[in-house]
């Protein structure tokens, strides 16, 4: 569940969960991407490759059992068989498209993530026909982490030995919850039994890394019933575990439901709960041996369990994604593909990259969006700035880091700047203070 929506505006400043997107994913904001730069992309892929910068292969598959309240991604429920082989075909069509592009070089695939919606939603056979044919046009022997994220009702014993068998290193659960009300209040479609189940299977099919998704601040969640969810993910003892904090952007059924209602505010806990919320699992999981790793992540051993999708993207990789809606950074631009399923199906029928909105950041843009992505981590390294963008960071944001100071959330250290925890947990929403002031205006739209 990586591609993001395409607005992006923060809750507004009092407390309560109000609708809009919490998370800052990339930059500028994606509603600063235009129809009119589109030959810009086209002619980023028309390059040959930056040195040193990895290539990596999203893909997207756009169907669920069911769609969660929550949801804010571009999904499809109750698809027929036809209709996802005839997106595989075009997935793979495309795929075959960007081959003849020059900004591959000679690159191979360093990290490769199905992403969605529900990657496991596909049966085995339609899973084998899709990997075949991608392997096909472009092989991916190399890759060093290949991640597939699964909903745990979709899962059986003999589906997780065919996706092991495909290669697959990172095995990520959407769990969200371990509370059964919860879960089926929220819209989920798997429930407790569903995930125990997964997760023996997975655990027998010896997947190098199982990452459990948990969201802080359900509907309905109770301090009680979170406690709960967070020692049975410790008693599972999963190699990562994923947190977010609930947000609710306008897409989804909640803020359908709240504006219906007329009510400004989601019925979810308020940001502050949340974020305690999160940081009960994050001591509770450090006490358990686990390690903080960002923002959103603790792991049990971060010498072996490591997250290259993330960790290459927050340093500027280029990202080749397949798939209706899905997001791309290729050559120093930024793309999306078109939002509409028989538009992308369309371009690909006219052997078209189904390309649909773009931006090329300026240099200092580049700058910015690594920044905001890399503080994430909880570490900013102040040399790896200085001789990528030829940047300062103290100095060219004084002003901001003066600010996290006083606050307390922000700590000098030689050669670095590490975020207090209440600083990490409040990450996104601190971010918006080191966006160029023409992109701050989507804040309290
Ligand atoms: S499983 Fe739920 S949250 Fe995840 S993509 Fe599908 S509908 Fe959205």
Not at 313 to 328: E, I, K
Not at 381 to 400: G, N
Request: aromatic share 12%.
């Amino acid at each position: 569940m990586t591609a993001p929506s395409t607005t992006a505006v923060p809750p507004a400043d009092d407390d309560k969960t109000s609708a809009g997107n919490y998370f800052v994913s990339n930059y500028p904001p994606y509603y600063y991407w235009r129809p009119d730069f589109v030959p810009e992309a086209h002619a980023a892929l028309d390059r040959p490759p930056r040195p040193n910068a990895e290539l990596g292969i999203y893909l997207h598959i756009p169907y669920c059992r069911k769609r969660c309240h929550f949801c804010y991604f571009k999904v499809y429920t109750g698809a027929k068989s036809s209709e996802i082989r005839e997106y595989i075909d075009a997935a793979v069509a495309e795929l075959e498209i960007y081959r003849t592009k020059s900004f591959i070089g000679d690159r191979k695939p360093a990290f490769i993530y199905f992403g969605g919606g529900t990657p496991s939603f596909l049966s085995t056979s339609q899973l084998t026909t899709l990997a075949k044919a991608l392997q096909s046009v472009f092989p991916w022997d190399a890759a060093r982490e290949i991640t597939f994220e699964c909903e745990p009702g979709t899962l059986n014993q003999k589906k997780l030995q065919f996706i092991r068998s495909l290669g697959v290193t990172r095995l990520s659960l959407g769990v969200e919850n371990f509370d059964e009300h919860i879960l089926e209040i929220n819209g989920r479609a798997h429930r407790t039994k569903e995930i125990d189940r997964a997760y023996d299977y997975a655990r027998q099919a010896d997947f190098p890394q199982i990452n459990i998704d948990l969201i802080a601040g359900m509907l309905e969640e109770t301090p009680e019933k979170w406690a709960k969810t967070v020692e049975k993910t410790v008693a599972m003892a999963p190699d990562s575990v994923t947190i977010y904090q609930m947000e609710i952007p306008f897409n989804t059924t909640i803020y359908k439901r709240m504006r219906d209602a007329g009510r400004l505010h989601a019925p979810v806990a308020d940001w502050h709960t949340k974020r305690e919320w999160v940081a009960h699992a994050f001591d509770r999981l450090e006490a358990a041996g686990y390690t903080v790793t960002s923002a959103y992540t603790a792991v049990r051993d971060p010498q072996r369990t490591q997250f290259v999708y993330r960790d290459e993207l927050w340093r500027g990789a280029d990202l080749m994604s397949l798939g209706v809606a899905s997001f791309s950074h290729v050559n120093g631009t930024h793309y999306q593909n078109a939002h509409d399923m028989d538009t992308y199906l369309e371009h690909i029928k006219c052997g078209r990259l189904p390309i649909s909105r773009a931006l090329t950041p300026t240099t200092e843009e580049l700058m910015i969006r690594e920044l905001i992505l890399q503080f994430k981590l909880g570490r900013i390294e102040l040399d790896y700035f200085r001789s990528k963008f030829d940047t300062d960071v103290m100095d060219r944001f004084s002003l901001q880091l003066n600010q996290l100071e006083e606050r307390g959330l922000i700590q000098r250290v030689p050669d670095a700047l590490v975020l207090s925890r209440e600083g990490l947990l409040s990450v996104d929403a601190l971010m918006w203070d080191f966006f160029l002031p023409k992109h701050q205006g989507g804040r309290y739209a």
